[in-house]
Antibody, heavy 122, light 107 residues
Framework: QVQLQQWGAGLLKPSETLSLTCAVY????????WTWIRQPPGKGLEWIGE???????NYNPSLKSRVTISVDTSKKQFSLHLNSVTAADTAVYYC????????????????WGRGTLVTVSS | DIQMTQSPSSLSASVGDRVTITCRAS??????LNWYQQKPGKGPELLIY???SLQSGVPSRFSGSGSGTDFTLTITSLQPEDFATYYC?????????FGQGTKLEIK
């Protein structure tokens, strides 16, 4: 059974860099896009970006200037880096698998990590 | 970016009721629409993909319909475990976007 396990620092100061990593256990890594989503406390879901095994990445335009998503295929891991954080970046961050069904071509997030609460506070 | 608007934002219902949640896209997204359920303190779980396909393991009381810009999620015969927040999501665009959520509460 495929599982996603994520980790990273939970408390940051303003202007620091958020770094989270998600590892994929029990399944293929190269067949999918891997994505990050966040959810501020009490609010809705926001897609941050995604990457595939070859390093091809797509980002939310509103975060693109501060976000980097990277991949380590040998470890079956992908990471999120968000620089210059502020209190507005306080959220639960989720990693997820962006599954592509072929013929017809549909995409959906079928597997999610447990989430990591990241708090930005001075 | 494609804006997704859900209605209502919250909904009160009783066990056994039938409820419908609506999601509207700001432009046509064909059938590239997914529905997720999120319970307090948990991550979202996929219910419906491609507008009307039921994810494996999801009870058949959940169903989805629609195409283009207008979509619905219907839950027949509400069960206690169905009280949660529901989100729609479009994957027509590489820039994935979610609706703001519909909180389903017990009446």
């Amino acid at each position: 059974q495929v599982q996603l396990q994520q980790w990273g620092a939970g408390l940051l100061k303003p202007s620091e860099t958020l770094s989270l990593t998600c590892a994929v256990y029990g399944g293929s890594f190269s067949d999918y896009y891997w994505t990050w989503i966040r959810q501020p406390p009490g609010k809705g879901l926001e897609w941050i970006g995604e990457i595939n095994h070859s390093g091809s990445a797509n980002y939310n335009p509103s975060l693109k200037s501060r976000v980097t998503i990277s991949v380590d295929t040998s470890k079956k891991q992908f990471s999120l880096h968000l620089n210059s954080v502020t209190a507005a970046d306080t959220a639960v961050y989720y990693c997820a698998r962006d599954f592509q069904q072929l013929y017809p071509d549909y995409w959906y997030f079928d597997l999610w990590g447990r989430g990591t609460l990241v708090t930005v506070s001075s | 970016d494609i804006q997704m608007t859900q209605s209502p934002s919250s909904l009160s219902a009783s066990v056994g009721d039938r409820v419908t949640i609506t999601c509207r896209a700001s432009q046509s997204i064909s059938r590239n629409l997914n529905w997720y359920q999120q319970k307090p303190g948990k991550g979202p779980e996929l219910l419906i993909y491609a507008a009307s396909s039921l994810q494996s393991g999801v009870p058949s009381r959940f169903s989805g319909s629609g195409s283009g810009t207008d979509f619905t999620l219907t839950i027949t015969s509400l069960q206690p475990e169905d009280f949660a927040t529901y989100y729609c999501q479009q994957t027509y665009s590489t820039f994935r976007t979610f609706g703001q959520g519909t909180k389903l509460e017990i009446k």
